[in-house]
């Protein structure tokens, strides 16, 4: 990285204590300024088990206010979370740390209702409160 580089340039190189600055100088939207500390914070966390399992807790949340019991084959079919198998290791994931809670489905013996525990609905307003906290 040179000294003539852009800001967007100081941003891809990683460079925290020249984008803090950047960011002060007003240089940088506040969306952007979210992407970037979500990088940072995936990369410190390092939990790949739990890759892409917040979008599921927030769709879950959304169908839920909807008035909507979510099951795991509607996952499966959205195509929004990845192939079947995928979406059953992030379910059983959350399931597994306690963020939904699996039950067994009134309307289909074979399926199995998702629904959001405390737990995980308090882990997405942790990541609300994180969200607004960058994009101040």
């Given at each position: ?63 839920d ?6 099951k ?6 959205s ?18 740390r ?36 960058c994009?101040?």
């Open positions: 990285m040179s000294s003539g580089d852009t800001p967007v340039q100081k941003i891809i190189y990683h460079a925290p204590f020249e984008y803090e600055e950047i960011v002060e100088m007003g240089k940088v939207p506040g969306y952007a300024t979210y992407l970037y500390q979500t990088c940072l914070k995936r990369k410190e966390q390092a939990d790949a088990e739990v890759e892409g399992c917040d979008e599921i807790l927030a769709y879950l949340v959304v169908r206010a909807e008035g909507a019991v979510v795991i084959t509607e996952l499966v079919q195509l929004m979370f990845g192939t079947g198998p995928t979406v059953h290791r992030k379910v059983l994931t959350l399931a597994k306690g963020l939904i809670q699996l039950g067994k489905s009134k309307t289909d013996a074979r399926a199995k209702d998702i629904k959001v525990t405390a737990s995980g609905l308090e882990r997405l307003k942790d990541q609300t409160k994180f969200m607004k906290r994009l101040e």
